[in-house]
């Protein structure tokens, strides 16, 4: 049974750049949640996606975007790259509705140079 | 705004003895608390969960306790092992949405 799989595992973009990150959750699961974790720091909510819809943003702006697909697979998308968006970028996954733990990918490293 | 305080500094014991690792939060009612280990480099795991109307909670060599009324949680390690070294996050919620994590204390077991 796969648990949570991200892609890419590492990459490097420049500033102003736009990156997309991918999430297939574990399977039987329907709720994606993405976090980001700077070096040093816990995880930081960005935003869940269950039914294809956002259900709760963290205080991020609008250069980070989402999306889920019908698979319930989720992509993170981030805009006009800063250099502090340079993270772990980490996505989980779970079971709409059930308060439990949270299976988390081994994460996307974003370097922004 | 909520504030979750786990010890920055790192957490140095003897293989054997217990460890014991502080989670304390402010302007926050939590429904439940999470602890999850994290390995350098890599996703966090799920420990342990323990709601707001539990004292305590465990799970093999791990307990955790739950103190509403003083904010706190304590996480502990009995008989600690080299393998155990890692970094421990502690995590709030209140609904199956968002979780808050704190920054981690990081713990090294000697042998």
């Known amino acids: 049974d796969a648990g949570v799989t991200q892609s890419p595992t590492h990459l490097i973009k420049t500033r102003g750049q736009q990156v997309t990150l991918r999430c297939s959750p574990k399977?039987?699961?329907?709720?994606v949640s993405w976090y980001q974790q700077a070096l040093g720091q816990g995880p930081q909510f960005i935003f869940q996606?269950?039914?294809?819809?956002?259900?709760q943003r963290g205080n991020f702006p609008d250069r980070f975007s989402g999306h889920q697909f019908p698979n319930y697979s989720s992509e993170l998308n981030v805009n006009a790259l800063l250099l502090g968006d340079s993270a772990l970028y980490l996505c989980?996954?779970?079971?709409?509705?059930?308060?439990?733990?949270?299976?988390f990918g081994e994460g996307s490293r974003l370097t922004v140079l | 705004s909520q504030k979750i305080e786990q010890n920055s500094e790192a957490l140095n014991i003897q293989e054997g003895k217990t460890a014991t690792l502080t989670c304390n939060y402010t302007?926050?009612?939590?429904?439940?608390l999470q602890w999850y280990r994290q390995d350098p480099g890599r996703g966090p795991v799920f420990l342990l969960l323990?709601?707001?109307?539990?004292k305590e909670k465990r799970k093999e060599r791990l307990k955790v306790t739950f103190d509403t009324t003083l904010k706190q949680s304590l996480f502990h390690i009995t008989a600690s092992q080299p393998a155990d070294s890692a970094t421990y996050l502690c995590?709030?919620?209140?609904?199956?949405?968002?979780?808050?994590f704190g920054s981690g204390t990081r713990l090294l077991v000697r042998p």
């Open positions: 989980a996954s779970s079971l709409s509705g059930q308060v439990g733990e949270l299976f």
């Open positions: 399977s039987g699961h329907d709720t």
């Open positions: 996606y269950y039914e294809e819809e956002e259900r």
């Open positions: 302007n926050y009612s939590p429904a439940y």
């Open positions: 323990i709601r707001e109307n539990e």
């Open positions: 995590a709030l919620g209140r609904s199956s949405y968002k979780l808050i």
